[in-house]
C-alpha cells in the first residue's frame, strides 16, 4: 500500500502554538509537561503535519528524560537526521522526512540490547494512533506490529 505523504498547509494552519513551535520553528517542548511523554497505550505515533509514520509504542521507552523516548523509527526512510550546532553543542537532529517537521533529537545513550539510540521526540511534533483506530485512520498496515503480547504490553 502506498501513501503520499506531504508538509500540508492545511495541517501546519491547524497546529497550536506549541505545535508550530516545534514543527516549524524547532523549539522543544518543556520537558515532563508534554503529551506523551507517560503515555503507555499500545499505538502508532505519526507526524502531526504530514501523517507519515514514525514510531511504535512497542519501541517507546521511559529514558527519564521527560520527552517521549522510542529506540527506533517504524519506517528509517521517514526519518532524516541533521547536524545541528545551536546552544553550543552539537547533536543529531532529527526531522520527518516528508513533512519536514522537527521531531526531536537521536541520542546514543538507549538501550544496548535495543541497538543503543535513543530518539528523544516532542510531544507535540506527533499525532497518536491508538491501535484500535489504526484501521480506520488508513495505518491497519501496522496492526501486525502489535499482534503479540509483548507489543501489546
Not at 550546532?85 to 513533512?99: A, D, L, N
Request: a negative charge; charged letters at 25%; glycine letters at 8%.
Amino acid at each position: 500500500m502506498s501513501h503520499e505523504y506531504r508538509k500540508d498547509p492545511d495541517a501546519v494552519a491547524r497546529l497550536n502554538p506549541a505545535q508550530f513551535a516545534v514543527t516549524q520553528k524547532s523549539a522543544t517542548e518543556p520537558a515532563f509537561r508534554n503529551e506523551f511523554w507517560d503515555n503507555h497505550e499500545a499505538g502508532l505515533y505519526v507526524d502531526i503535519v504530514s501523517g507519515e509514520p514514525l514510531f511504535t509504542s512497542t519501541k517507546k521507552f521511559d529514558s527519564g528524560c521527560g520527552w517521549p523516548s522510542f529506540t527506533t523509527p517504524i519506517e528509517p526512510a521517514n526519518v532524516v537526521e541533521k547536524t545541528d550546532s545551536t546552544h553550543g553543542m552539537v547533536r543529531t537532529e532529527v526531522r520527518s522526512t516528508h513533512g519536514d517537521s522537527h521531531l526531536g533529537h537521536v541520542f546514543n545513550d538507549g538501550p544496548i540490547d535495543e541497538g543503543g539510540l535513543r530518539y528523544c521526540i516532542n510531544s507535540a511534533a506527533l499525532r497518536f494512533i491508538p491501535v484500535a483506530d489504526m484501521e480506520s485512520a488508513g495505518y491497519g498496515e501496522y496492526l501486525h506490529l502489535f499482534n503479540s503480547k509483548e507489543a501489546t504490553r
